[in-house]
């Protein structure tokens, strides 16, 4: 029997250019021991796939929307099939309570912290939804590009996250949706355009100020939207986008991809918890 020869090449981790498994450090970006098995752990390689992140991303978020639709039908409560269509296809708050929506109530009243990392993934109508995803849809892609998809995570994830814990701060009772890490995305390219200057950085800058100035009126004139966690989201990305750095002054590093794997493992946790949350009230109820 035959021994398979072990592999002797593999593609960086961190610049993905194809090196030898022994060297000590990447002759091409510097990263430090690229051959390690925690470098190469499939998770922190799939963070590096931009297409992957992006289905991923736009997948939980369809997935725990079905599920919260699921679980208000399986608890007797409405969804909305009749009536305003703006609330077509509706959750129920009870239900969006125990999965993860944040705010004064779940917090305060129940204890849930983990709902300013949980509420990110939820949302209260098939309008709601469809916004939030084509909205990050259209920024995510620039953001990977010039950020990079390790720094994409990191952005989309402590942005939203902030971006509850300033509407929480500010006293808002109950809130969803993915548009405070949306609008991370947005204070992130803001900053970008700021920032990097010249003819292409001063053209996002513009584009970009447009967005601002869209949320700030659709905010004012949309009644229930979380004005809070937009203004919060904004200015949290702008924050994490200066202390990160973006690729053409700095590139992704190890610190990075240990905050994305971070980010990513704080998500699975607190969406996990709203699920055992709704399922273990889903059971009283129906009881």
Not at 96 to 120: D, K, Q, R, T
Not at 202 to 228: H, T
Request: contains cysteine.
């Amino acid at each position: 029997m035959t021994r398979k020869p072990s592999r002797t090449s593999l593609l960086c981790p961190n610049c993905r250019r194809l090196i030898s498994n022994d060297e000590p450090s990447c002759p091409y970006c510097g990263i430090r021991k690229p051959g390690s098995g925690l470098k190469n752990n499939a998770m922190v390689r799939g963070m590096s796939d931009p297409d992957l992140i992006f289905k991923v991303i736009i997948g939980i978020n369809v997935v725990m929307y079905v599920a919260s639709l699921v679980v208000s039908v399986l608890r007797g409560e409405s969804v909305g099939l009749t009536g305003n269509p703006l609330s077509f296809f509706s959750p129920s708050n009870e239900t969006l309570l125990f999965l993860g929506a944040s705010g004064v109530a779940p917090i305060n009243g129940l204890g849930y912290w983990w709902s300013l990392v949980a509420a990110n993934w939820l949302h209260g109508s098939i309008l709601h939804i469809v916004f939030n995803m084509l909205a990050f849809r259209n920024l995510a892609p620039f953001v990977m590009r010039e950020f990079g998809t390790y720094r994409l995570v990191i952005i989309f994830t402590l942005g939203g996250t902030l971006s509850y814990l300033v509407s929480y701060l500010a006293g808002v009772d109950l809130t969803i949706g993915a548009s405070g890490a949306v609008c991370a995305l947005v204070g992130a390219a803001l900053y970008f355009g700021k920032n990097r200057g010249g003819a292409y950085g001063n053209a996002v800058y513009r584009q970009v100020s447009g967005w601002v100035v869209s949320l700030a009126l659709f905010g004012f004139i949309v009644p229930g939207i979380n004005n809070w966690a937009h203004g919060g989201g904004i200015i949290a990305g702008a924050g994490l986008a200066w202390a990160l750095g973006y690729l053409e002054r700095k590139r992704e590093s190890q610190r990075d991809k240990f905050l994305a794997l971070l980010c990513g493992s704080v998500t699975a946790v607190s969406i996990l918890l709203g699920i055992f949350t709704a399922a273990t009230t889903m059971h009283v109820h129906i009881r």
